[in-house]
């Protein structure tokens, strides 16, 4: 199960690429703390990429799911740098044995504590490329637009990622 923060989607949303999504090997999530504020919120305030992950929730590219707000929920939840969405997203991975997608450092960190495997935004796009269901050109594409549209990758990272797809294309 690959369980979705926010930060992805709206990404995602915003170069259009969200319907890749439905290539990944198992089910893909939205905890209900990520869709109110993603989704709901979103269409609130007028974000089209809002109304993007709406449409693919109804066309069951994701499945919205209620999280357990006592146990791992709760005791994460003490932790005034994590977001309830955050919490969501790790109690939800953590207690069906998923994989958290979230690009954030310390919500990663706090995963690796928990034991709960994380992968981000870039992963899932040279996952994809690998796998060819898109090309390595798409996929670079799809990187630099993410980042022009204010997704944040550091230089090194970029370059990282660049390698990486060229290993796959040679």
């Known amino acids: 199960m690959w369980v979705f923060d926010a930060t992805p989607l709206i990404y995602l949303a915003k170069v259009d690429q969200l319907t890749l ?6 089910s893909c999530v939205i905890p209900d703390q990520v869709y109110t504020e993603v989704v ?18 109804d066309d069951e590219t994701f499945t919205v799911q209620s999280v357990d707000e006592a146990g791992v929920f709760q005791r994460l939840c003490r ?23 979230m690009d954030e450092t310390y919500g990663r960190d706090v995963a690796a504590t928990e034991g709960v495997t994380t992968r ?21 594409t799809v990187i630099d637009e ?9 230089p090194s990272m970029y370059a990282k990622l660049v390698q990486k797809l060229d290993s796959i294309d040679g």
């Not at 709901?40 to 929730?57: L, M, N, S």
């Not at 996952?127 to 269901?133: G, P, R």
């Not at 993410?146 to 550091?154: D, K, L, T, V």
């Open 21 to 26: 999504i439905s290539a990944l090997d198992d």
């Open 40 to 57: 709901e919120t979103g269409i609130e305030e007028g974000y089209p990429d809002a109304r993007r992950i709406e449409h693919c929730v």
């Open 79 to 101: 932790n005034p740098k994590l977001s309830n969405a955050d919490c969501a997203v790790l109690a939800c991975a953590f207690e069906h044995d998923g994989i958290a997608v």
């Open 120 to 140: 981000g935004t870039a992963y899932l796009v040279l996952h994809l490329a690998d796998q060819q269901v898109l090309s390595v050109e798409t996929a670079r």
């Open 146 to 154: 993410m980042i022009e549209a204010g997704w944040y990758c550091s």
